[in-house]
């Protein structure tokens, strides 16, 4: 059984640091394209980056750009979120899926987590 699992979230204060890890069970990483999205309350459901399969080629939506690393170990059936100088606005539940193999945006197979809270707060 497919199963994806974040970790990683927790309360830092603005200008501090993250990394979140989304680890699969049940089957091989490396054949999927991995994302991660985040939801705040009051604010729309938001894509934050995606990887593909062989990590040949990454996204990041404009608000994280320059701030936030994508990666991942296919050996170990995790990708990981490196997060950097996090600001209040990062504040939000953090879910990895499946995603198509071109990172555009599109869930495959509704394979999600249960979402890791990252809460950025002074």
């Known amino acids: 059984h497919l199963q994806l699992v974040e970790s990683g979230g927790g309360l830092v204060q603005p200008g501090g640091s993250l990394r979140l890890s989304c680890a699969l069970s049940?089957?091989?990483?490396?054949?999927?394209?991995i994302g991660w999205f985040r939801q705040a309350p009051g604010k729309e459901h938001e894509g934050v980056s995606c990887?593909?399969?062989?990590?040949?080629?990454?996204v990041y939506g404009d608000s994280v750009k320059g701030r936030f690393t994508i990666s991942r170990d296919n050996a170990k059936n995790t990708v990981y979120l490196q997060m950097n100088n996090l600001k209040p606005e990062d504040t939000a539940v953090y879910y990895c899926?499946?995603?198509?193999?071109?990172?555009?945006?599109?869930?495959?197979?509704?394979?999600w987590g249960q979402g890791t809270q990252v809460t950025v707060s002074s």
């Open positions: 990887i593909t399969s062989n990590g040949g080629w990454t």
């Open positions: 049940g089957g091989t990483l490396a054949a999927y394209a």
């Open positions: 899926a499946s995603e198509d193999q071109f990172c555009s945006g599109y869930v495959v197979g509704d394979l």
